[in-house]
């Protein structure tokens, strides 16, 4: 059974930083595409970032990318998301998620406040 756990959210100030992190269990880590979406109040689940298996292409939507840095640790079976110059519009439910041969895996989800 694969499992995603989130950590990291909060409450930040605009142009601040954060660090959310995502351990996985269950599967072959690195076998994984993991991604990270989110979800704003009354909005629908949007893709933010994602990061293939080896050599590990990153990939980002055009709102984030040059403030957020997707990353994995394959000895610690976690994935990164770093994000810098937080603007109140990333306010959302943010959700790791690990996709492996058309099967898709999430987290619960860890809650990112912006204040402006």
């Known amino acids: 059974q694969v499992q995603l756990v989130e950590s990291g959210g909060g409450l930040v100030q605009a142009g601040g930083s954060l660090r959310l992190s995502c351990e996985v269990s269950?599967?072959?880590?690195?076998?994984?595409?993991l991604g990270w979406f989110r979800q704003a109040p009354g909005k629908e689940r949007e893709y933010v970032a994602a990061?293939?298996?080896?050599?590990?292409?990153?990939y980002y939507t055009s709102s984030v990318k040059g403030r957020f840095t997707i990353s994995r640790d394959n000895a610690k079976n976690t994935v990164y998301l770093q994000m810098n110059s937080l603007k109140f519009e990333d306010t959302a439910v943010y959700y790791c998620?690990?996709?492996?041969?058309?099967?898709?895996?999430w987290g619960q989800g860890t809650q990112v406040t912006v204040s402006s």
């Open positions: 990061i293939s298996w080896f050599p590990y292409n990153t």
């Open positions: 998620n690990a996709a492996v041969w058309g099967n898709d895996y």
């Open positions: 269950g599967g072959t880590f690195s076998s994984y595409v």
